[in-house]
């Protein structure tokens, strides 16, 4: 499968009808319609899914999270034509959140009882569940992401509303051994992204408190093992949701829900974080909504989803890791969630 170049991807989440809207990409990094295809699934159908990674991209696979019918669909992009290829349950109630790592998928289910569950992509693109690999979070646990580190030898989680973050050790084949539940730094962490060295930011939105949020750093120590770095680093804004770290590992850039901008974070040597910009970013001032972000596979281009103004904005990433804006694109529904770049 061949993923192409130059492509921006967001799921509708629609309650009955749920859909992938293609963009295409130029080399100035503006964004037009390029079609989109059915999940064969319900999204949830409300407006703000409460995660990061709803959509994933891997060697030409799009895995989706359908979060009102209760499973994942994968679809092949080949020559920038999108097909459905399989969907299947996801192990539990309301997926929300997906890892992927080379042909091994984790899918966070965030309704019940909250869970992760294995699954193997084929070389036909099916998905196959794997046997012993569906791992509780525990009763009431309020998860907003997962994702592997960057070895493969640890799956993430981050829990709100027990301002904790979950690790699961994964042995070789993939398969959860022992998990391990840590301390957040912060209040309600949220996103998270890593850096190729296994040095881990999260967001931490402080239970909505105005001009609270946050985002700290970890070192991954070691199978499951997070040693704190910095924080919780205030960005003076409200409401942060997701982090997405530059492809030199130099920077994290975080989406402020409360006030529609981006902050960024500096990232030393050492893992350990400092505000380099409260507002590096804005898309409609003052306005709500700011969720989803996605780099170009590149790092070159940026991508954030407003979901209140139904807008995909986007920005070029200097070297020194400043924004600048090139332009947005409309017609999304209210409801639209999670959004992928190559």
Request: overall charge negative.
């Amino acid at each position: 499968m061949n993923s192409g170049n130059g492509a921006v991807y967001v799921q509708t989440n629609d309650g009955e009808h749920n859909e992938i809207v293609a963009y295409r990409r130029s080399a100035d990094g503006r964004l037009e319609p390029a079609g989109r295809v059915a999940t064969g699934g319900r999204g949830s159908g409300k407006a703000h899914l409460p995660s990061q990674g709803s959509l994933v991209l891997r060697n030409g696979w799009i895995l989706v999270a359908n979060a009102g019918s209760d499973d994942v669909s994968i679809i092949g992009s080949e020559d920038g034509a999108l097909t459905l290829v399989d969907r299947v349950a996801s192990g539990g109630s309301t997926p929300t959140s997906i890892a992927l790592h080379g042909s091994r998928a984790y899918v966070l289910n965030a309704g019940g009882e909250p869970n992760v569950t294995g699954f193997e992509i084929g070389e036909d693109g099916r998905l196959i569940r794997l046997s012993d690999a569906t791992h509780s979070l525990g009763e009431g646990s309020d998860p907003a992401q997962v994702a592997f580190s960057p070895d493969r030898r640890t799956l993430v989680v981050t829990d709100r509303a027990s301002d904790s973050i979950h690790t699961f050790a994964l042995d070789a084949e993939g398969r959860v051994r022992d998990h391990v539940t840590h301390s957040s730094r912060g209040a309600t962490p949220y996103g998270f992204d890593f850096r190729p060295d296994g040095t881990l930011v999260v967001t931490e939105a402080a239970g909505a408190q105005v001009g609270k949020a946050s985002a700290s750093s970890y070192a991954l120590e070691d199978r499951a093992q997070l040693r704190p770095l910095a924080g919780p680093v205030g960005n003076t804004r409200s409401e942060v949701c997701w982090a997405v770290v530059s492809s030199d590992g130099r920077f994290a850039f975080v989406t402020n829900f409360g006030d529609g901008t981006i902050s960024t974070y500096a990232i030393a040597e050492d893992g350990t974080i400092v505000l380099r910009e409260a507002v590096a970013a804005t898309t409609v001032e003052g306005q709500p909504g700011l969720r989803d972000e996605a780099l170009t596979r590149d790092g070159r281009f940026l991508y954030a989803l407003h979901a209140d103004s139904r807008r995909v904005y986007g920005w070029k990433v200097t070297g020194e890791g400043t924004l600048e804006p090139i332009g947005s694109v409309d017609g999304l529904p209210a409801t639209a969630a999670g959004l992928a770049a190559v």
